[in-house]
């Protein structure tokens, strides 16, 4: 057996009506100092979990598990012990698993999950093993505690979801943790290969990943994360805005006059202009290939749960209904005041006002024709800015004056179904646009300025 060299013994039990119990017969019978009793819905995290049980001197404690995506964790204490506001070793009634026992302590040796073994045992009470068990404990006057101290890992319920939603909500947590730590997070087992889903294109013509060639990190943390959500994409090559001397039409880029960040009050930057270029050197592939549809995702986004069947059923939507389109959000900021509506005859769509971020979109042939038709490159803002201006819904008027045809038909995927990888401020996040240069206001002039 492959697992053997790594465990002093390997039982393996096919049928048994009480596993517990025999898991619980056997630590006696090999005379074992501890025991802990998991299942395959427990995803351990912690390495020294069983150092850290042990240090607390219980004779049963278990280990506080959180639910992945904001589900159900293993206990409901209160909120402040379950968002670990509170970091305490508290007593509770009922057991909870996984369970981790001191086998040899005195009064242990009477822990059962078994009624038979329970002498008077009440036919109104509860007969299943785990309340049996704190019966048991509570006879021998044995508490039962559960800790937060650490973070041990995470609570998958098989018992609320049918095997296919279980893979599925799998899925999108790897994905999460290929996001925050990089590739290949989990050791897999040497014996059975990782199951990935076969890769679409969600029924449209291209999927594009925007990357920079310096983001190589980033390259493989997406791929990894598409193969794992089932994407089948092209890799598309950002316009660095360090070396737009050499790079495609970005001797056609003049700024528009007077622009400045709603939010920074300063001038364009480099990075923006790179990250305009690499949009409009998709919407002018689109053109040329005469693709009916694309999606287009950048790569410092994440998934969110459940977002591919959105995307799959907001595609069936749109085809069903022949609702004309040009743009549909899939990930983007909405700014509160937006107003917004359902859109009848649709599960997922919704009207879209002024927004930021371009995350994720799907683009119709007739939308990447309206974006070039504009000529944005001879009156450069940001790409998330020109966006609104083309569907009308900017807020700024003298811009939108600038762009006379703003016909573009845009929705929005609600709730969007992409989100970024990080936020300002937070811990790892990295903005290939602000962490750039201002851009003198004239044309095709990428001499940069120091900024204050």
Known sequence: MGVGALYRSVHLVEETDNWREEALMLSRLYSVRYAFIFLGDHFLWDSRIL???????????????NAPFGGDSNVFISEEFNSREEIATLKVLKAVEP???DTRHSDASYLTFSRENLALYDDDLLSDPLSVFAASAMRMDIPLFIDNEFFYGYLFD???????LRRELVRYFVADLVS?????????SAYVAPSYPKPSLFNVDSIYLINLERRQERRQKMSE???????????????DGNLLENEEFAADVVLLPGYEDPYYKRPMKTGEIGCFLSHYRIWRDVIDKSFKRVIVFEDDLRFILNSTNMLTELIEDLDHTAL??????????????????????????????????????????SGAKKLVRAEPLSKMIPVDEYLPIMFDQHPNGQWKEVFPERDLIAYT???TIVVPERYTNEYGYISDTEDSHIVQQSKADFDVKDEL
Do not use: C
């Not at 150092?51 to 598990?65: A, G, T």
């Not at 925050?180 to 897999?188: R, S």
């Not at 994360?225 to 316009?239: E, Q, S, V």
């Open 180 to 188: 925050d730590y990089g590739t290949m997070p989990i050791v897999h």
């Open 158 to 164: 098989s018992s609320i979801r049918p095997l296919h």
């Open 324 to 365: 004309p389109w040009d743009l549909v959000y899939l990930g983007r900021k909405r700014l509160e005041s937006a107003r917004e509506n359902w859109v009848p005859g649709h599960r997922h769509l919704s009207t879209v006002g002024y927004s930021y971020w371009t995350l994720g979109y799907m683009l119709s042939q």
């Open 413 to 415: 995927i609600y709730p």
């Open 51 to 65: 150092q850290h049980l042990i240090s607390k001197k219980k004779v049963v404690v278990s280990p506080f598990l």
């Open 99 to 101: 369970l981790f026992l």
């Open 225 to 239: 994360i598409f193969k794992i959500m089932g994407i089948d994409y092209k890799l598309w090559r950002a316009t």
